[in-house]
């Protein structure tokens, strides 16, 4: 069954806002982390946040998790139109071997 | 440029043909992977090499023939293609196997008519 889940499926937003998104799993992972895929592109990897930190920086990019709840989030401060793309968490289930499994994605639109 | 090269960008086949997707990494990497993005679907993790040797078959049906002739290059064969078969086919590699940071080609776009 599929691991990482994101929340919400679109989100549209104006440049400037905040946006987040979240993302849920359902077995205990080793870390998570989260890409960006930009239309009919590869994905670049953003960050990285291992099971024992709670949140990470990075830029305008700020990362939460949450083990107890089993969901990671993403915020993006500040966003600009350049920021519009898909997003997708991934994580890496202690018993997923090699097998990073990743979640459908937040199509996040920033509009000028 | 993330170091991992992918050709063809696009690609479209009838369901006779046989053809290739290459995918070259210059990041000294000894682990690659194939992965294939459709339409509302999460990323599917295809195959798995490490040091040239293939670790990882996720039940990918015999029409996808993978070949790993060292660790910077990585082909995936095509033939007998079904049009469900059409999707992104993104190639990835890291350091090693394992929980590392995934560096990802600009993908292939297959179409099977």
């Known amino acids: 069954s599929q691991q990482g889940e994101e929340d919400p499926q679109a989100l549209s937003i104006q440049e400037g806002e905040n946006a987040t998104m979240n993302c849920s799993y359902k077995?205990?992972?080793?870390?998570l982390q989260w890409y960006r895929q930009n239309s009919g592109r590869g994905l670049v990897h953003l960050i990285l946040?291992?099971?024992?930190?709670r949140e990470k920086h990075s830029g305008r990019l700020r990362v939460t998790l949450d083990t107890s709840k089993k969901s990671s989030s993403l915020l993006i401060t500040a966003s600009r139109a350049a920021d519009t793309a898909s997003y997708f968490c991934?994580?890496?289930?202690?018993?997923?071997?090699?097998?990073?499994?990743f979640g459908e994605g937040t199509q996040l639109t920033v509009n000028p | 440029e993330t170091g991992v090269t992918q050709t063809p960008r696009h690609l479209v086949m009838g369901m006779t043909n046989k053809k290739s997707l290459k995918c070259e990494q210059h990041?000294?990497?000894?682990?690659m992977y194939w992965y294939k993005q459709s339409a509302k679907k999460p990323l599917e993790l295809m195959f798995v090499?490490?040091?040239?040797?293939?670790?990882e078959n996720n039940s990918v049906p015999s029409r996808f023939s993978p070949e790993c002739p060292n660790s910077s290059h990585l082909f995936l064969h095509l033939h007998t293609l079904q049009p469900e078969d059409s999707a992104l086919y993104l190639c990835?590699?890291?350091?090693?196997?394992?929980?590392?940071?995934?560096?990802f080609g600009e993908g292939s776009r297959l179409t099977v008519l």
């Open positions: 090499y490490n040091f040239k040797e293939q670790t």
């Open positions: 946040i291992r099971s024992n930190e």
């Open positions: 990835a590699s890291s350091p090693g196997q394992g929980w590392e940071e995934l560096f």
């Open positions: 991934a994580t890496d289930g202690e018993t997923s071997g090699s097998r990073l499994t």
């Open positions: 990041l000294g990497h000894n682990a």
């Open positions: 077995t205990s992972i080793n870390n």
